[in-house]
Structures are given as C-alpha cells and as structure tokens.
C-alpha cells in the first residue's frame, strides 16, 4: 500500500566538536582549535554545531563557547547541566538550544539520559527563563514511553534519543539485542512526534551504526562527536563527514523508497 508521503523530512547533522578541546586541552595551548574544527564542519556539511559546557571544563571551555556563537555561522546547541552557572552562561550566550544533560565528575561521557520524570518540579522553573530568551529546550533521555510523557508535560521543544545501548549492541555484535534497542527507539520516536516534540538522536553512532537510526521518519537531527573527531585522525575531519553525511543521506533516501512502495 502507498504511503501518503513518499518524501522524508531532511535530516540534519550536528556535529559535536568537544573532542577537538580535549586534545587541546592535554597539552595546553590553542592548538588545535574547536572553533576552526566546527568552520570545517559546517563546511563539510554539518547543519549545526553541538558542544558541551561541562562544570569542570574538562573540554569546551567558557570562551569556546562565546567564540562558536560569535564565528561559526551555523546553529549552537549547548548541552550542559541543570545548574544555575550554566543557566547564567546560556542566556548570556544565546545558543539556538540548550540541550539539558544529566552529568557526574567521576563520568567518562554522559552516561545514560536526563531523569526528566524525577525532575518534573525543578524543570520547568528552571527551563523558563530560558524559553522566555527564545531559546529551544532540548531534553537528552532514554527511550523510554515515561520520559517522553515527562519531556512532553514538561514543555521541551526537543527530546534527543539516547542512542548508545543500540550502539554497544551493534559493536558486541549482539544481533538480537541491538534489533530490540533499535525498536525501542523507533516506538519512542514515534510517541514523542506524536506527543508534538521535534525528535533528534545520538551517542555513539558510527558509520556502522547511522544508518538504522538515519532511517526512522521521526527523527530530524543526528547529533555526532566522538567518532567524528577519533576517525578524523585517520581520513581529516572534512572527509569523514561528508561520509557520515553521505550515509545518512542514503539512509534517508532508502527508507523514504521503502515508504513509499
């Protein structure tokens, strides 16, 4: 049976740039600078540029941040703690969203999704001020039917889909458990689009893992770092996202076929 719509939404890219510090940041210095390397990015097509203000700066740091909204001409969206440091910081720095993370010192990366149904009191005081200064309130959870209830009460614009249980699937060639973390992300999707928030994901997509997540018609923004920036070292950072944006595309592109059949 024909779909109603055979074309998809666009996809965007945004590429996370906070590894680019973090190598600066082991030697010290200016080199290499996370400012060109989102330049590159957006040259390379990415639609946005991410990076995460987190509270002991062990990567992006404060001018980072007040550089990338002065010099790269592409949306930021800052990720960053509930805290009201960085509540001061982002309206200071007026991203075009702010993307609220759960974080801990002693983490590596973030770990797992904001707990938004425990956070429902503290949440939407916190988020006013922000949404009074126009900007976008993203929420960065697990698919799970109750946070998108909870980020939809809440009054986020955005929720993105914790990707990374899918991922480690993939990786542990887990067959069997990366088609079910696949599904649960594609049953959030589909709840938070029809909840009327704007759906993106990530965490630790790859070229071996994009294209099952660039293929669910919900989702309207990937949001891609680590690997982007580790891959790099090998092929440039330009080369190696024009091949994530190419095999998103493609990704795209066959699902909207599949669609439409």
Do not use: W
């Not at 309207?220 to 580790?230: A, D, Q, R, S, T």
């Amino acid at each position: 049976m024909a779909s109603m719509t055979s074309d998809l939404p666009y996809l965007r890219l945004g590429v996370n740039i906070d590894h680019v510090a973090t190598i600066r940041n082991a030697r010290g210095g200016d080199h290499p600078d996370p400012v060109r390397a989102a330049q590159l990015a957006v040259e390379a097509g990415a639609d946005g540029i991410t990076a995460h203000l987190r509270e002991d700066r062990r990567h992006i740091s404060d001018q980072d941040i007040e550089r990338l909204k002065a010099e790269v001409e592409r949306p930021l969206n800052l990720e960053m703690a509930m805290t009201q440091e960085m509540l001061g910081i982002a309206l200071k720095a007026q991203p075009n969203a702010c993307c609220l993370v759960p974080e801990k010192r002693e983490e590596l990366t973030t770990e797992g999704g904001l707990d938004v149904a425990k956070s429902s009191n503290r949440l939407p005081k916190f988020s006013e001020p922000l949404r009074d200064a126009g900007i976008r309130i993203s929420l960065f959870i697990d698919p799970d039917s109750k946070q998108i209830e909870a980020a939809a009460a809440a009054r986020a614009d955005i929720v993105e889909l914790h990707t990374g249980a899918y991922c480690e699937a993939v990786i542990d060639g887990e067959d069997l458990r990366a088609r079910g973390e696949l599904e649960k992300l594609s049953r959030a999707a589909r709840q938070a689009g029809e909840l009327g928030l704007e759906v993106h994901a990530g965490h630790g997509l790859t070229f071996d893992t994009v294209r099952p997540v660039a293929a669910l018609s919900q989702v309207v923004e990937l949001n891609i770092g680590h690997f982007l920036v580790g891959e790099a070292i090998f092929g440039g950072l330009h080369s190696t996202i024009c091949r994530m944006r190419a095999l998103m595309d493609n990704a795209r592109a066959s699902a909207s076929g599949s669609a439409s059949a």
